[in-house]
């Protein structure tokens, strides 16, 4: 028995790739909550704060709350690189640990695409907050599939929104350039079918500049952008290609207040080294990223001044990535409590029962002020045929030390978004031949 507890565990050094949480050995009852990373590689700057952020918020349940209604929560890292690969053998190692994965928060959408098909028939749930398919919105087509808060869709109907509002109307769009430059992936192709329709409908000239993996040689790309002299550009970034490209758009003087970066490339990290350089450069966000809320208080009280905080020196708390993954981590959570209100009560729920949590969720006004998100989000509930719930994005602007909002609040464009998110999932259901559910009884 001790020759094989410690060949394990040598393993597991040996492997280097998972950080486990240690539970009490008496604990009764746990759930697992798997947590896909990427601490290393280009994005890394983007997935360290995320990831922590991730982590924390799981460590605040456990220790403010002795877990989800007593259930404690125990959990597992595995580091992705980004690389699809690396996400689907995480994947593979953690989806029956512990009595079953609570869902899957990939943290990439070329591993959301990866993994669509697998969690069908394996049935764990894919949370993908404001990423992944986009057509996965449609609940009776992906059963599986939430892409919460909002889709790569929703966000570039959003700037679009911003831009006719600067310009003075939806009708002034008509004969403008609006250019996209996107990382050469799953991840920066995604917005591409809502702009080509959007580009249709409103009349603008819509041009497309991939950057290759992992971004950091872009010059090319903007002595395009240079000669074709875009009206405004959108930026699909993440991890080191964003600063590089806001550095390269001060080099060919395309003004930063034309900018917009999605979220992924808008947060602290991505333009704090650069001051002014990036100043007046925009940023879409599903969260409102000047405001901090009671939960950074209770996981200062709860978890920091303990000594058990994942960011040791705290430096990423309170910033647009961390919160985003407490965000991530509070809506699985709250799945996993939705579940229990309908499956039992400080029990262990089952994937499927996840699943059904996910699906019901009602995170109203009053919930948000009892767990301490009332200042940083909006309410969100979902159902069978919408496992998106409501899309709010705000537009962020970096003042060269900070980033302030300077709008209110948006939701997408109804009569943009659905049609193909329809489409595209009905497309899906045929090559894929499943049965599409009905949402109605």
Same mark, same amino acid.
């Given at each position: 028995?001790? *020759?094989?507890? =410690?060949?394990?565990?040598?393993?597991?050094?040996?492997?280097?790739?998972?950080?486990?949480?240690?539970?009490?050995?008496?604990?009764?009852?746990?759930?697992?909550?798997?947590?896909?990373?990427?601490?290393?590689?280009?994005?890394?700057?983007?997935?360290?704060?995320?990831?922590?952020?991730?982590?924390?918020?799981?460590?605040?349940?456990?220790?403010?709350?002795?877990? @989800?209604?007593?259930?404690?929560?125990?959990?597992?890292?595995?580091? #992705?690189?980004?690389?699809?690969?690396?996400?689907?053998?995480?994947?593979? *190692?953690?989806?029956?640990?512990?009595?079953?994965?609570?869902?899957?928060? #990939?943290?990439?959408?070329?591993?959301?695409?990866?993994?669509?098909?697998?969690?069908?028939?394996?049935?764990?749930?894919?949370?993908?907050?404001?990423?992944?398919?986009?057509?996965?919105? !449609?609940?009776?087509?992906? =059963?599986?599939?939430?892409?919460?808060?909002?889709?790569?869709?929703?966000?570039?109907?959003?700037?679009?929104? !911003?831009?006719?509002?600067?310009?003075?109307?939806?009708?002034?769009?008509?004969?403008?350039?609006?250019?996209?430059?996107?990382?050469?992936?799953?991840?920066?192709?995604?917005?591409?079918?809502?702009?080509?329709?959007?580009?249709?409908?409103?009349?603008?000239?819509?041009?497309?500049?991939?950057?290759?993996?992992?971004?950091?040689?872009?010059?090319?790309?903007?002595?395009?952008?240079?000669?074709?002299?875009?009206?405004?550009?959108?930026?699909?970034?993440?991890?080191?290609?964003?600063?590089?490209?806001?550095?390269?758009?001060?080099?060919?003087?395309?003004?930063?207040?034309?900018?917009?970066?999605?979220?992924?490339?808008?947060?602290?990290?991505?333009?704090?080294?650069?001051?002014?350089?990036?100043?007046?450069?925009?940023? @879409?966000?599903?969260?409102?990223?000047?405001?901090?809320? *009671?939960?950074?208080?209770?996981?200062?009280?709860?978890?920091?001044?303990?000594?058990?905080?994942?960011?040791?020196?705290?430096?990423?708390?309170?910033?647009?990535?961390?919160?985003?993954?407490?965000?991530?981590?509070?809506?699985?959570?709250?799945? @996993?409590?939705?579940?229990?209100? =309908?499956?039992?009560?400080? =029990?262990?729920?089952?994937?499927?029962?996840? *699943?059904?949590?996910?699906?019901?969720?009602?995170?109203?006004?009053?919930?948000?002020?009892?767990?301490?998100?009332?200042?940083?989000?909006?309410?969100?509930?979902?159902?069978?045929?919408?496992?998106?719930?409501?899309?709010?994005?705000?537009? @962020?602007?970096?003042?060269?030390?900070?980033?302030?909002?300077?709008?209110?609040?948006?939701?997408?464009?109804?009569?943009?978004?659905?049609?193909?998110?329809?489409?595209?999932?009905?497309?899906?259901?045929?090559?894929?031949?499943?049965?599409?559910?009905?949402?109605?009884?």
């Amino acid at each position: 028995m001790k *020759r094989s507890f =410690k060949l394990a565990a040598a393993m597991v050094a040996v492997a280097g790739t998972l950080l486990t949480a240690s539970l009490p050995a008496a604990a009764a009852e746990e759930q697992f909550v798997p947590l896909l990373a990427y601490r290393t590689g280009s994005f890394a700057p983007l997935g360290i704060p995320w990831a922590d952020g991730k982590m924390d918020y799981l460590k605040l349940v456990n220790e403010r709350d002795g877990g @989800i209604n007593g259930v404690k929560i125990v959990y597992e890292e595995c580091e #992705t690189a980004y690389a699809t690969d690396r996400g689907v053998e995480c994947y593979e *190692r953690l989806k029956n640990s512990h009595g079953g994965a609570s869902g899957f928060d #990939t943290q990439s959408t070329g591993i959301t695409f990866a993994l669509t098909d697998k969690a069908i028939v394996d049935g764990f749930s894919i949370e993908t907050v404001g990423y992944g398919l986009s057509q996965s919105a !449609d609940g009776s087509v992906f =059963k599986w599939n939430f892409p919460l808060l909002g889709t790569y869709w929703t966000a570039a109907d959003v700037m679009i929104q !911003d831009i006719a509002k600067k310009l003075g109307g939806e009708d002034k769009l008509k004969g403008k350039k609006i250019a996209l430059v996107y990382h050469d992936s799953p991840y920066g192709k995604e917005p591409i079918t809502l702009l080509k329709a959007r580009a249709e409908a409103n009349g603008f000239e819509l041009l497309l500049y991939p950057v290759t993996a992992p971004g950091v040689q872009q010059k090319s790309t903007w002595l395009q952008v240079r000669q074709s002299r875009p009206d405004f550009l959108l930026l699909w970034s993440a991890g080191i290609m964003t600063p590089t490209a806001i550095r390269e758009a001060q080099a060919v003087g395309y003004p930063r207040d034309k900018m917009y970066g999605i979220w992924w490339a808008s947060s602290e990290n991505d333009v704090q080294d650069l001051g002014e350089v990036a100043k007046g450069y925009n940023g @879409i966000t599903i969260h409102n990223s000047a405001d901090h809320g *009671r939960v950074h208080e209770d996981l200062k009280k709860h978890v920091y001044d303990k000594g058990q905080g994942t960011d040791t020196d705290g430096k990423y708390v309170g910033t647009i990535a961390h919160t985003r993954g407490m965000m991530i981590s509070m809506l699985q959570v709250e799945a @996993i409590r939705t579940a229990q209100e =309908k499956y039992g009560k400080g =029990k262990h729920m089952t994937p499927e029962q996840v *699943r059904w949590g996910f699906e019901n969720l009602n995170i109203t006004q009053e919930r948000l002020e009892e767990l301490g998100f009332a200042k940083l989000m909006k309410p969100v509930k979902t159902s069978c045929s919408n496992h998106m719930g409501d899309d709010w994005a705000r537009i @962020i602007q970096w003042n060269g030390s900070k980033f302030e909002i300077v709008s209110d609040w948006y939701q997408s464009d109804k009569k943009y978004v659905e049609p193909l998110v329809k489409e595209l999932a009905a497309k899906y259901a045929t090559e894929k031949k499943l049965e599409v559910r009905n949402c109605e009884g």
